[in-house]
Structure formats: structure tokens, C-alpha cells
């Protein structure tokens, strides 16, 4: 399962690329060890990317330039980044989520982790209409929201997936214990250089077959010249 990435997003952003692992008969499970030191040395190692704070700076312009705020919704690694710099620690969720997390805080990147088989159709990123349903809580409870006309969406057939391009997931499709056959999606923009996406992306899948050695794994990147994707023999 690979994504959509419709013409208008590079529009919005020339230098956007996007890294997309599609993986089949994965394992999770309850963090381990493993994934816990994951964690903590990403934490301990957040300043050490020296294109972070300008990375940061640029998922900020690229929110402001579909409408939203950023300091009131910032960017998923923006957001990570600050309740690790403010608890000291990254909270383990589970395996796979520890590793996913763990390499958003190494490399100041924007990763998302789905569960492929709580889709409705292919992964689509685009501006909305305004009238896709977002599936998610408010205060415990179950609430349909709408996103902004124009906002940057992860959507399927059935509705949105993530809001503000990379902000907020919903729960239809979040990775469980249970998930085993998942999306991820890597999300770079100027100045990150190219070599460290690509390192992230292979750290990504390192850190996969740790917990599933058997597992297949489909590598595409997509970029202003390549929309449609391009297979990575690089990431494996």
C-alpha cells in the first residue's frame, strides 16, 4: 500500500519528499527493552541533528501557508520534540510505536504509522474540501470533525486520516499490538538533507525486522519530479 500525493502539495511545497514503507506480516508487540533504549537515546540525543530547529522552522511556514497555526498545532515531530525536551523521557506506547518515535526524535522528521489493514482504499495526501469527516475524541467521547477548506489531509475512501498535513492521527488507524501489516511515511522538506531521510528510513525498517525478520517490506520515495513514486533498492 502506497500513497496518492496529489499535484497541488508540491505546488504548496516544491521540496517536499516523502518516503513510504508499505510492510506485510509484521509483528508488534508491548515495548521491550529494546525499544525503551530506543527512546532514551533518542531524548538524550535531540540537539545533536544540526538541520533540526531549521527543519522545524520550515514544517512551520508550510503550515502557515494553508492557513494553519502552527504554535497552537504544530507539526508532529515539533510536538514530539517538546514533550520530550519537557518530561526528560519519551512515553513507551509499544514496540513498533517506540521505533517509529524514537526516529522522528533522532532526526527532527515528521513519521507516520498506520495500520494497513484498517484502510478504506490507498492513502491519499491533498488539500481539503472542507466536508471530510475526522473520526476522533473530544474530552473521551467519540466526535466527527470537519477539516478547513484547503487544509493538507491524510485521507482513504472513507475520510481523513491525519489533519494539518502531519499533526493529529485519528484512531481508525492507529498501529496496535495486534497490527500486522502497516503504512509509514517519512516526511522531509528543505533544509534536511536527502542522506539523513534516507538514513532515517533505514533505520525505520532496521528497527521492523529487529521485531520481524521475515517481514516484506515495499520502499517508494515521492518528490516533485517523481509524483508518482520511485522504488528505493537503498532502503531494504
Known amino acids: 500500500m502506497h500513497p496518492i500525493i496529489?499535484?497541488?502539495?508540491?505546488?504548496?511545497?516544491?521540496?517536499?519528499?516523502?518516503?513510504?514503507?508499505?510492510?506485510?506480516?509484521a509483528r508488534n508487540g508491548p515495548s521491550d527493552d529494546a525499544s525503551e533504549a530506543l527512546l532514551a537515546r533518542s531524548v538524550a540525543g535531540l540537539d545533536e541533528a544540526?538541520?533540526?530547529?531549521?527543519?522545524?522552522?520550515?514544517?512551520?511556514?508550510?503550515?502557515?501557508?494553508?492557513?494553519?497555526?502552527?504554535?497552537?498545532?504544530?507539526?508532529?515531530?515539533?510536538?514530539?520534540?517538546?514533550?520530550?525536551?519537557?518530561d526528560g523521557r519519551m512515553r513507551a506506547l509499544n514496540a513498533v510505536v517506540d521505533i517509529y518515535n524514537a526516529i522522528s526524535l533522532e532526526f527532527a522528521i515528521p513519521v507516520g504509522g498506520e495500520d494497513a489493514e484498517s484502510y478504506d482504499g490507498r492513502p491519499?495526501?491533498?488539500?481539503?474540501s472542507g466536508q471530510e469527516?475526522?473520526?476522533?475524541?473530544?474530552?473521551?467521547?467519540?466526535?466527527?470533525?470537519?477539516?478547513d477548506p484547503g487544509e493538507v489531509i491524510w485521507r482513504d475512501d472513507a475520510g481523513v486520516t491525519c489533519r494539518r498535513w502531519n499533526w493529529r492521527q485519528g484512531p481508525r488507524t492507529q498501529i496496535t499490538e495486534d497490527s500486522?501489516?502497516?503504512?509509514?511515511?517519512?516526511?522531509?522538506?528543505?533544509?534536511?538533507?536527502?542522506?539523513?531521510?534516507?538514513?532515517?528510513?533505514?533505520?525505520l525498517t532496521d528497527g521492523l525486522r529487529r521485531?520481524?525478520?521475515?517481514?516484506?517490506?515495499?520502499?517508494?520515495?515521492?518528490d516533485a519530479a517523481n509524483p508518482s513514486g520511485l522504488a528505493l533498492s537503498s532502503i531494504h
Request: glycine share 4%; proline share 10%; net charge positive.
Open 6 to 25: 496529489a499535484p497541488e502539495i508540491f505546488t504548496l511545497r516544491p521540496d517536499f519528499v516523502a518516503i513510504s514503507l508499505s510492510v506485510r506480516g
Open 50 to 86: 544540526p538541520w533540526a530547529d531549521a527543519h522545524l522552522d520550515a514544517w512551520r511556514d508550510a503550515y502557515r501557508a494553508f492557513g494553519a497555526k502552527p504554535k497552537r498545532t504544530p507539526c508532529s515531530a515539533e510536538a514530539l520534540r517538546k514533550r520530550a525536551r519537557k
Open 124 to 128: 491519499r495526501l491533498c488539500r481539503a
Open 133 to 147: 469527516p475526522f473520526h476522533t475524541t473530544a474530552d473521551g467521547r467519540p466526535v466527527v470533525e470537519t477539516p
Open 180 to 203: 500486522r501489516d502497516m503504512w509509514f511515511v517519512l516526511e522531509r522538506l528543505d533544509p534536511m538533507p536527502q542522506t539523513s531521510l534516507l538514513q532515517a528510513g533505514q533505520a
Open 211 to 222: 521485531l520481524s525478520p521475515d517481514l516484506t517490506v515495499s520502499v517508494l520515495q515521492f
